[in-house]
């Protein structure tokens, strides 16, 4: 067995390993916890139900009655002892809910009973917190010695003089991956359990239930607590698995790794786009390219030394019945639903379909990668991936602004120069303009110009002071419709321009293709939101000391070689419009403006420094 596929194997079973200790331990501990918790609180009702209850009912009138003085008094002082001996230093809202209610002069016997219920929840809160740690942490340190020891014993890495850092444990167990850590989510869980409590409580009292009627409402709440605990558990143990994986296959110096969905029919669509794709080391981000891609994700990851997969070796899956079967590991998850699930593929047919099998299998070319990468569930590190292949293959560094070189490098991977006919221009559309849209469009994918004729819609262009592209047929200025269109708003899209800049057509087109390709600005998107995280907006005209740019034209600029990259916009962006046209017809860009030695001074930028936007752009010129 070869040491990818040794790695894969090794990979599935220890997600499996973990998935039998989880339900063999901290979810019997989870449920366990929430037993006694509900209980607890069980026990709270039907002592105010024995005592104040006629006929097994409790009207909220007599649930509303204030406590006694002494009843007050004595519950007061137990709670105080109570909270005194807590030494949480964070900021608890059960405990602040409770310590709220102590403060009072007086409170009602629903108070009381809503008083006892935080208490019991701040004691499940903590214990739950408190084994997930403990689980997570052990989770953490045996993947990540067990996987260093596998990729050891291929490459020899000694793993023996290599101890887990328990700085990176605590990295990876307080991150904020999914928005929040998973004691934050712990809490807000056991918050929102509390509220929902009281709720069916008071409605329950409003209602005049029976204490039977009444446990039942709050054992169902708590049945959804600890589902909702069982599921954090598996999904952050998911996590911190990977995140192990991850860290041990850095220390031993490999650059890729290689996504494994689980295979049997339980797998996600999202897991199963990614399944066997390879991705750098440096961009591996859980949620987007590494698991957990959602909740109870069962996909791994496992070290791989090249940038593709070479298919060799085997790997597990389930067949429609349910039983562990080895399949090869060339075959992705869509040919093993058609092999062993749907049966509309025999194995032999499979096999002969696919001639690069186990240890003869080939780095797919550079035509097959960009053919199967498809558009609509790839992520924008597939389109860099493609962009970086295509730019270090063709030297295209060396071709920007070369529009004939650059359009005869891609016409290797698609058909290139699209051509409006005269039905695709809407009347009266001004020549100078037309002509310069036509010469871009002439550099461009032919799809692009296949927009207009797939949607039934018209190019309207005029010359106007500045650039921009509008849905509809608009006028030069943007803010009334050509109602001389009967069907001005939804039989047109408007590019106009003033006729005089070069760039202006290479960089409008690109808001046409956004419009049009929602994956293309799905993937703008993607590629903003990373590369801006924990940015705040500020305003262009402020960054760039220009007054040309509106209050209200705000951007996040990361170190874009022009902040008008990061513009902020709902529904559109300005990746792909300034990327085509730096490439095309590229020009020097004001990057900032800075302080040196007491004068303001301008930097330029091209798009040849920022290597990812460069390769951004090329993906998505051969993927759009």
Known sequence: MDSE????????????????????TIEKELANYYKQALLRIEDDIAVLYGRFAKDNKLTYAEASKMLTSNEFK?????????????????????????NTLVMRKRISRLDKLYGDTLKNLYKLGTETEKSITEFLTDAYKDNYYKNLFDVGKSINIKSSAIEVDDKKISKVLNSSWSGKNYSERIWKNTNNLAKLIKHEITDGFHRGVSIQKMSNLVQERMNVGRYEATRLVRTEMNYVQNQASLDSIKEAEMKYFIFLATLDKKTSTLCRSHDRKIYP???????????????????????????????????????????????PAAMNYDDYYKVYIEKSMSFSQWEK???????????????????????????????????????EQFDIKNKIGDKKALKEVFSNFREMGGKLSSEQWAKGSNKITKQQLSEAFSYYPKDWVNYLTDSGKKLYTLITNRGFFNEGAVMANGKYYATKFPDYKTGYVSIHMNGMRKTTPYHEIGHYVEYFNKNALRISKEFLKDRTKDEKSVLLREILFNSRYKKDETTKPDDFISPYIGKDYPDASEVLSVGLELVFEPTKQLKKVELINGEYKPIYATIKDDIEFLYLIIGLILKA
């Open 281 to 327: 080391i440096d961009e591996a981000q859980a949620g987007n390219n590494m698991p957990p891609l959602h909740p109870h994700c069962r996909s791994t990851i496992a070290g791989n030394l090249t940038d593709y997969d070479t298919g060799r070796g085997k790997r597990t899956a389930k067949n429609k019945d349910g039983k562990r079967i080895i399949i």
């Open 5 to 24: 596929s040794y790695w894969i194997k090794r990979a599935e079973e220890r997600e499996q390993e973990w998935n039998k200790k989880s339900k063999g």
């Open 353 to 391: 379909a696919h001639k690069k099998l186990t240890v003869n299998a080939n780095k797919p070319t550079l035509k097959e990668l960009i053919k199967n990468t498809d558009i609509k569930s790839c992520t924008k590190d597939d389109i860099i991936n493609i962009g970086r292949n295509v730019c």
């Open 74 to 98: 004595q519950w007061q002082m137990s709670m105080e002892d109570y909270l005194n001996a807590i030494t949480d230093s964070k900021d608890n809202k059960l405990l602040l809910e409770l």
